[in-house]
Nanobody, 120 residues
Framework: QVQLVESGGGLVQPGGSLRLSCVAS????????MGWYRQVPGAERDLVAI???????NYADSVKGRFTISRDNAKNTVYLEMNNLKPEDTAVYYC??????????????WGRGTQVTVSS
């Protein structure tokens, strides 16, 4: 079983910055993809950014140039650096990690979410 713990959310003014972190723990053999999604009430959960094993990244158009995703493989941790935040970035941000367990079974885990509020 894999557990994800997110941190770093909070209240920030427009134009400000936040850094989200997500640490994975459990019987993890390898991690293939790490990503961040966000969701506002009444809407679907949308992709924000992902990073795969070789370091390739993909971003939602709305955050390109402002957000940066990175990973620390040794720590099973993924980060999301968010700069020049806008009110429309307000959402609950969820971490998602997929990979393989020591039992050779694949896993796809979600964090509980962390609230990001951008408001003056």
């Amino acid at each position: 079983q894999v557990q994800l713990v997110e941190s770093g959310g909070g209240l920030v003014q427009p134009g400000g910055s936040l850094r989200l972190s997500c640490v994975a723990s459990g019987s993890i053999f390898s991690i293939n993809v790490m990503g961040w999604y966000r969701q506002v009430p009444g809407a679907e959960r949308d992709l924000v950014a992902i990073i795969i094993t070789n370091g390739n990244t993909n971003y939602a158009d709305s955050v390109k140039g402002r957000f940066t995703i990175s990973r620390d493989n040794a720590k099973n941790t993924v980060y999301l650096e968010m700069n020049n935040l806008k009110p429309e970035d307000t959402a609950v941000y969820y971490c998602n990690i997929g990979g393989r367990l020591w039992t050779t079974r694949n896993f796809d885990a979600w964090g509980r979410g962390t609230q990001v509020t951008v408001s003056s």
